[in-house]
C-alpha cells in the first residue's frame, strides 16, 4: 500500500490556522491583567459637591430582647456608616462630623473615629455627637494625592442600640454637619436610608492669620493641654504634658487626667505626678512581656491602659528624682489667671515605652480619649489630641535660643454644663425688709435618700438662726418657724439641699445714694478650701459696684458678662471645713466666711432693690455654678406694719403742728 502524500504547503496553512486559534483561544480565556477595573460610582450627590461631602447610610437593624408590646420602649439593634470625603481643594484638618441622633441611640462601636468628649462605648448619644478622626484625623485632596481615595475620604462603622420608630418607617438622624470652623453646611437631604450634604467654605468667615505650616493651628479653649514629645528614641519617647487654665472662672483641684493608650504603651518613669495604680501585670502578661522579654518591669510606673494620673503634693517640689519641674507638684490646684497666673498651669513628664510596629523614632501616636475632673469643679470635656506646630521652649541654659519639640499635640477641653449633673454649691437669699430666708433649693446637690423625704417638696422658709446648723438639726427651728407664721408644713418635709458649700446673699440696707448686700460662704464638708474664689454675675447692679470691705473684689474684664469676682484676702483665703461643737452634743460647726459688699446708684438709676435687682442672677464656687432660689424674699407684714407707723405718727405731727399755728 502507497503511503498518503500531502502536499507541504497543505500542512503550512493547517499549521499557520493552528497557531492562529491557539492565540485566540489565549485571549479568550486569560484576559489583560494590566487594565484595571472599573471605579466604583461615586455616592449620589457626590459628584456635584466641591466641597466637603458627608453622608449617612442606615444598613439595617434586629429586634432585641426583650420583646415589648410598646413601640417607642422596644430596642433594636442597627448599623449605619457614615462618609466624611474631602472634594474640595483645600485639605481638610481634624475634621469633625457631628450626627444628630434622636432615637435615645446608644453606640456600642465606631470603627474609624471616636467620639468627641472621650467617653467609652458603651456611650448614649441620643442628643447627637460629634465625630472625629481616629487614626485618620486629616483628609488630603483629590489633587494632590492623584485621587487616592483612602487619603481624601474617611469612614464611621457605626453599630449601636436604638429605641421606638416602628417598621417599615427608617430611624434617621436629625440632622448631618461638619463643626469645623469656617464651613457651612445646608440641610441634609434625607433619601429613604441615605442621606447626604456638601459643606462648604463660608467667605465671610476670617481665620486668624497663622504660619505656614503643614499642621493644623491651634485653637483656643478653656483648657489647654499640650502633649509634647521633648526626645525620641527607637522604643521608648520622653513627653511633657502642659496643662493651661485659660477660663476666668475655670479652675481645677486635686485634678485627675486619664487617657488611652493606641498601641500598647506603657508608663516607665515620671516626673511632677504619679499614677494612682502600680500595677505590673498588666505588662508581664501582655504584649510588653513577650516582647520585652529581658526588661526589668518592677520599676515601671503604670501599665494601665487608661492610666489615671494626678499632680503631686507641694513636698515633692525640690525632689530630684520626682519633682524639679517648674508648674508641678501642687496638690492639683489650677487657678484662674485672675488669681494668680503662676498657678494656672501645670506640667509633669514621663517616658513611655513602645511596641511594634512602632518601635521607631518617628513612629509616635499620642493617647486619645482625654478626661479631666476635679473636686467641685466644673465639668470639662475634651476634645481628641490635634497634630500642631511643635512647641517651642526657652533654652534651659538660659541662653536667648529655643529648643522645640520633636511632635506636638493639642487638646482642648471646654466647660460643659450637664443636664444629668447636680451642682455642689447652693445659695439662700434673705433681706433686711423680710425676717424668713429663703433657702437652697430642695436637692440641690442631689437626693441620695428620697425615700426619708419628700425631693418635690418645695423648701420651706427658714429663721436666721437656721443657716448656722447642718440640715439634720434644723427640723425643729423650720417646723416651729413655719407655725410662727402660719406657713403650710408638708408631709413628709422636704429634703435637703445636700451641697457641701452653701453661700448666703443678704440685702442689708437700701437708702437714696445706694444699698449693700452681705455674702456669707458655709462649707459643710470637712476638707477645706484653699485659694478659694466667688463670682456672682448682677444683671442689673454690676455698673453700681463700688467696693468689697473683707475680701479682695474686681470686675471680670468682659463687662458684657457682669461678674464680679471675689477672693480671700491674702492669709485669709483658706475655709475651713466642717468642725465640731464646742461642747458634746452641740451640733457641727461650718466653715464661715463673710464680707460687706456696698454699690452706688448713681450708675443704676433704676435699680430696684426690693424687688429683685440687688440679688444674683449667677453664683459660681470655685469654677462650679450654684443653684439658685426660683423667688425672692418680699416686704413682709411686720415690715409694712412699722412703715405704716412711722407714717401715721409723722402725719399725726404734722397735723398737730399746724393746728397749733393756727
Given at each position: 500500500?502507497?503511503?498518503?502524500k500531502i502536499p507541504?504547503i ?8 493552528v497557531?492562529?486559534r491557539?492565540q ?7 484576559p ?5 477595573p472599573?471605579?466604583p ?6 459628584d ?6 458627608l ?11 426583650p420583646?415589648l408590646?410598646?413601640?417607642s ?18 485639605e ?11 432615637h435615645r441611640?446608644?453606640l ?14 458603651p456611650?448614649?448619644v ?7 478622626g ?5 483628609l ?8 487616592d481615595?483612602?487619603?481624601?475620604s474617611?469612614q464611621?462603622?457605626?453599630?449601636g442600640?436604638?429605641?421606638g420608630v416602628?417598621p417599615p ?12 470652623d ?7 437631604k434625607?433619601?429613604g ?10 467667605p ?16 483656643n ?10 526626645q525620641?528614641?527607637?522604643?521608648n519617647?520622653?513627653?511633657?504634658v502642659?496643662?493651661e487654665n485659660e ?6 483641684d ?10 500598647n ?8 505626678a504619679?499614677t494612682?495604680?502600680k500595677?505590673?501585670s ?5 504584649p510588653a512581656?513577650?516582647y520585652?522579654?529581658?526588661?526589668d ?6 501599665c494601665e491602659?487608661?492610666?489615671i ?5 507641694a ?6 528624682k520626682l ?40 513612629a ?8 479631666i ?10 476634645g481628641?489630641?490635634?497634630?500642631v506646630e511643635?512647641?517651642?521652649?526657652p ?8 529648643t ?13 454644663k ?7 454649691c ?18 440641690a446637690?442631689g ?15 427658714l429663721?436666721s438662726?437656721?443657716?448656722?446648723v447642718?440640715?439634720?438639726n ?13 406657713l ?9 439641699d445636700?451641697?457641701?458649700v ?8 437700701d437708702y437714696?445714694d445706694?444699698w449693700t448686700?452681705?455674702?456669707t460662704?458655709?462649707n459643710?464638708?470637712t ?6 474664689f ?5 444683671d442689673?447692679?454690676?455698673?453700681g ?16 458678662n457682669?461678674t464680679?469676682f471675689f477672693?480671700g ?11 465640731n461643737?464646742?461642747?458634746?452634743g ?13 454699690f ?8 430696684d432693690v ?9 453664683v ?7 443653684a439658685?432660689?426660683k ?9 409694712k406694719?412699722?412703715?405704716n407707723?412711722?407714717l ?6 404734722l ?8
Amino acid at each position: 500500500m502507497k503511503a498518503l502524500k500531502i502536499p507541504c504547503i497543505l500542512i503550512h496553512v493547517v499549521l499557520i490556522l493552528v497557531c492562529l486559534r491557539t492565540q485566540i483561544c489565549y485571549g479568550q480565556d486569560y484576559p489583560d491583567a494590566e487594565s484595571p477595573p472599573a471605579p466604583p460610582a461615586p455616592p449620589p450627590g457626590q459628584d456635584l459637591c466641591n466641597g466637603i461631602f458627608l453622608t449617612y447610610n442606615f444598613m439595617g437593624r434586629e429586634l432585641l430582647y426583650p420583646h415589648l408590646k410598646n413601640a417607642s420602649a422596644q430596642a433594636w439593634a442597627f448599623k449605619a456608616m457614615a462618609t466624611v470625603v474631602n472634594a474640595g481643594s483645600d485639605e481638610l484638618k481634624a475634621w469633625k462630623l457631628f450626627v444628630g441622633f434622636r432615637h435615645r441611640e446608644i453606640l456600642v462601636s465606631a470603627s474609624g473615629a471616636t467620639i468627641i468628649d472621650g467617653g467609652d462605648f458603651p456611650a448614649a448619644v441620643g442628643n447627637g455627637t460629634t465625630f472625629v478622626g481616629n487614626p485618620q484625623a486629616d483628609l488630603k485632596t483629590a489633587i494632590e494625592t492623584a485621587g487616592d481615595y483612602p487619603q481624601i475620604s474617611a469612614q464611621i462603622e457605626i453599630k449601636g442600640t436604638q429605641f421606638g420608630v416602628k417598621p417599615p418607617t427608617i430611624p434617621m438622624p436629625k440632622s448631618l454637619k461638619l463643626v469645623n470652623d469656617g464651613y457651612l453646611c445646608p440641610a441634609a437631604k434625607n433619601d429613604g436610608s441615605y442621606m447626604y450634604t456638601c459643606c462648604k467654605k463660608d467667605p465671610k468667615f476670617k481665620a486668624p492669620p497663622v504660619k505656614g505650616t503643614k499642621f493644623a493651628p491651634r485653637q483656643n479653649g478653656d483648657l489647654l493641654l499640650s502633649y509634647d514629645v521633648m526626645q525620641a528614641y527607637g522604643n521608648n519617647y520622653l513627653a511633657q504634658v502642659t496643662m493651661e487654665n485659660e477660663h476666668p472662672l475655670g479652675r481645677l483641684d486635686h485634678w485627675n487626667l486619664t487617657w488611652e493608650w493606641q498601641n500598647n504603651e506603657f508608663i516607665s518613669q515620671m516626673r511632677g505626678a504619679f499614677t494612682h495604680k502600680k500595677d505590673i501585670s498588666g505588662c508581664l502578661y501582655g504584649p510588653a512581656g513577650k516582647y520585652y522579654k529581658e526588661f526589668d518591669f518592677s520599676q515601671v510606673v503604670n501599665c494601665e491602659k487608661k492610666p489615671i494620673i494626678s499632680d503631686l503634693p507641694a513636698t515633692y517640689f525640690n525632689d530630684t528624682k520626682l519633682g524639679k519641674l517648674p508648674y508641678c507638684c501642687r496638690n492639683g490646684s489650677l487657678l484662674p489667671k485672675l488669681m494668680d497666673e503662676s498657678k494656672a498651669t501645670s506640667v509633669f513628664q514621663l517616658t513611655v515605652f513602645k511596641l511594634p510596629p512602632h518601635d521607631n523614632r518617628t513612629a509616635l501616636v499620642p493617647p486619645m480619649k482625654w478626661q479631666i475632673r476635679g473636686d467641685l469643679n466644673p465639668n470639662y470635656r475634651c476634645g481628641p489630641p490635634i497634630r500642631v506646630e511643635p512647641t517651642e521652649f526657652p533654652d534651659p541654659s538660659g541662653l536667648q535660643s529655643t529648643t522645640t519639640a520633636v511632635a506636638s499635640w493639642q487638646v482642648v477641653c471646654n466647660i460643659t454644663k450637664s443636664e444629668i449633673k447636680q451642682s455642689s454649691c447652693c445659695v439662700s437669699f434673705s433681706a433686711y425688709y423680710n425676717e424668713s430666708i429663703i433657702p437652697c433649693p430642695t436637692c440641690a446637690c442631689g437626693c441620695p435618700d428620697p425615700e426619708k423625704c419628700n425631693p418635690k417638696a418645695k423648701a420651706m422658709l427658714l429663721p436666721s438662726e437656721a443657716l448656722l446648723v447642718p440640715f439634720s438639726n434644723r427640723t425643729n427651728k423650720v417646723v416651729a418657724w413655719a407655725g410662727l407664721k402660719h406657713l403650710p408644713i408638708p408631709k413628709p418635709l422636704p429634703c435637703p439641699d445636700n451641697c457641701g458649700v452653701s453661700i448666703n446673699w443678704h440685702v442689708s440696707t437700701d437708702y437714696k445714694d445706694g444699698w449693700t448686700a452681705r455674702v456669707t460662704l458655709f462649707n459643710w464638708d470637712t476638707l477645706p478650701f484653699e485659694d478659694w474664689f466667688l463670682a456672682v454675675k448682677m444683671d442689673k447692679a454690676f455698673d453700681g459696684y463700688e467696693n468689697v470691705y473683707s475680701f479682695n473684689g474686681t470686675r471680670l474684664p468682659n463687662k458684657e458678662n457682669k461678674t464680679l469676682f471675689f477672693q480671700g484676702l491674702e492669709g485669709l483665703n483658706y475655709l475651713v471645713g466642717l468642725t465640731n461643737g464646742t461642747r458634746p452634743g452641740e451640733p457641727q460647726v461650718p466653715g464661715k466666711q463673710q464680707s460687706v459688699i456696698s454699690f452706688l446708684k448713681k450708675k443704676t438709676p433704676n435699680i430696684d432693690v426690693q424687688r429683685g435687682d440687688g440679688f444674683p442672677a449667677k453664683v459660681y464656687f470655685n469654677g462650679e455654678e450654684c443653684a439658685l432660689p426660683k423667688d425672692f424674699p418680699k416686704r413682709d407684714a411686720a415690715h409694712k406694719s412699722a412703715v405704716n407707723i412711722v407714717l401715721i405718727i409723722f402725719i399725726t405731727v404734722l397735723t398737730f403742728v399746724l393746728i397749733q399755728d393756727r
